[in-house]
């Protein structure tokens, strides 16, 4: 039965619900086995999927596991996903920053695997921040400040994270209709009314063409149009880091920089088009209006305060967020403009620094990782400072080969 269904796709026949049924959750019961169901990933990645295979497999996975019920929070939940990138620091502004606005912010993030950490990691760089709460903790922490950002539990589309870790190591990651059900899966059993998805596009990124990006924003529509829920997207560059930092107490420091009024650049282009996509879905208001309340809000301290509020409520020290590892500046061997700065160049560096994992089970260095001095297009003097490395390792080789590109 799963070899035939395995065929059938290899096939590229169309699955019925019963048969994607049976091998998932097969697959979430031990039944099958991970090499059946890597055999049947690749297929999916090879043959594709129809949009009536990903509704059931977005289905599937949903009801793997619990469904969060949100309806104790007044007002409407927007909630926001990022495809992942390089330097992505954007939900730790946004989120307080739409808070700051009165919409809710119930946020369940999850940890990097791959080259840096996910926004858990970030946020457990503050000494003493809880990120494992419980839903009585979510719960009274949404009514007393409007903003929780938790990791998520464990009985929240667990099928997915099985199959996540699975895709992961059999390069089976980039599916459209593999990454377009994993995503929602999570966001409609976490509770969200209304879902805000940056799609990163670029080298840095999992998806890697505009075609490809253009076919995930409208999965990813429809899929929401299925469940009644609306969903707005964002394309975003993901050919180079987003902002200065890459690495995690340096990301939550340029975070709170941004939130101090001192952003530019792509970094605060992209929060602000974020937050006030969020602000008008919760609001029902236009998107122009909501973006004069989120500059307002990033201009007066509102959004700093709300962030600092809810740093402290999950036990975060934030007055100990100092920089503790050696520096190394890199220079530049020549002189000429700054063409690029490669997003993945970067994202390996970083995590040859100790910034991230390879295996689950790693420890990170919450110190490590790069800032960029320079931007692109700036004209650059052999020995100018590029970058600062930031580690504890000891004596450490960096590979920064086609990170700059000067010419
Ligand atoms: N983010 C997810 O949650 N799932 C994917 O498959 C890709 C990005």
Redesign the pocket.
Known sequence: MILDIINKKANNYELTKEELETIFMGYLNDEVKDYQMSAFLMAVCINDMSDSEVFALTDIFIRSGDILDLNFIDGVKVDK????GVGDKTTLIIAPLVASLGVPVIKMS?RGLGYTGGTIDKLESILGFRTALSLEEIKKQASDIGIVVTSQTKDLAPL?KKV?AL?DVTAT?N?IP??????MS?KIAGGADKIVIDIKVGDGA?VNTEEDAKRLESLLIKIGSYYQKEVRTVISNMDRPLGNSVGNRLEVLEAIDVLKGNGKGELLDLSLTLASKMVSMGKGISEEEALNLVKENLNNGKALNKFLEFVKYQGGEIEKLEIDSKVYNIKANKSGILKNIDALGVAKLSLSLGAGRTNKDDDIDYNAGVVIRKEIGDEINEGDILASLYTNIEDPKFNLEKVFEIS
């Not at 996903?81 to 992942?84: A, D, F, V």
């Not at 593999?178 to 995503?183: F, W």
Request: hydrophobic residues 30%.
């Open positions: 996903h990022s495809t992942g999850g997915d996540y895709r990651t599916s593999l990454i377009a059900s994993s995503i999570k999992l």
